[in-house]
């Protein structure tokens, strides 16, 4: 039987209120900072992020600023999140990208930031609804993981869930989507033995895929 989707995310909703928002929420203040602050994020725990976040943009908050930085100076500074080497050297890159193609201004299209490197859909999403409030669904692997898990979607991969999700999920948690179920990944619905013990939507979850709880 189809889940409710409406009554679902509203639970989320509420649940998610007792947890700490994911780091990218923290740093809004320009499409830069989140653009930066998700590069940093990929593959990193949010502890880490947050603190590498803090320390690069105590140094610059903007395109030119960061790009007088050296690259030694944003290793250091962003050291230790996962691939800090590589992530140094595309922070550079898209710092004399934006003051050359865009004025050094961050794209507002999708189109436009999966041009940049290092940023993929899930970067590129996250920039547009959080840097812009414009629309866009970020899929990381938790929502990826849920969504199937709900049996709303039925996908292989978190570009395909995208996909799915952007013709069948209310155009009114298109923005929200991410962040609640990221919340609600890291704390209930975790990749391996779920909490459903915990769960106010067990009863209605089909729980797709799941071989063990608690």
Not at 115 to 123: A, C, D, E, H, I
Not at 142 to 156: A, D, F, S
Request: aromatic share 8%; net charge positive; proline share 7%.
């Amino acid at each position: 039987m189809p889940i409710h989707i409406h009554r679902f995310l509203r639970t989320v909703q509420k649940e998610s209120r007792r947890w700490r928002v994911p780091v990218v929420g923290h740093y809004t203040d320009t499409p830069f900072t989140v653009l930066i602050s998700c590069i940093l994020s990929l593959r990193t725990q949010d502890k880490t992020t947050d603190a590498a976040s803090g320390r690069l943009f105590r140094l610059a908050k903007t395109p030119r600023a960061m790009a007088k930085l050296s690259h030694s100076v944003i290793q250091k500074a962003i050291y230790p999140v996962s691939f800090y080497r590589n992530k140094a050297k595309s922070i550079k890159k898209i710092c004399a990208i934006l003051l050359k193609k865009y004025d050094g201004c961050v794209p507002e299209t999708i189109e436009e930031l999966v041009k940049l490197p290092g940023v993929g859909r899930k970067t590129a999403n996250l920039t547009v609804t959080l840097g812009y409030g414009k629309p866009g669904i970020c899929v990381d692997t938790h929502v990826h993981r849920i969504t199937n898990r709900w049996g709303y979607v039925k996908t292989k991969t978190p570009d395909e869930t995208e996909g799915v999700l952007r013709t069948k999920l209310p155009r009114k948690y298109w923005i929200d989507i991410n962040e609640w179920l990221v919340m609600y990944g890291q704390n209930i619905c975790q990749p391996v033995s779920p909490l459903c013990s915990q769960c106010r939507l067990q009863p209605n979850c089909p729980r797709l895929g799941v071989i063990h709880s608690r």
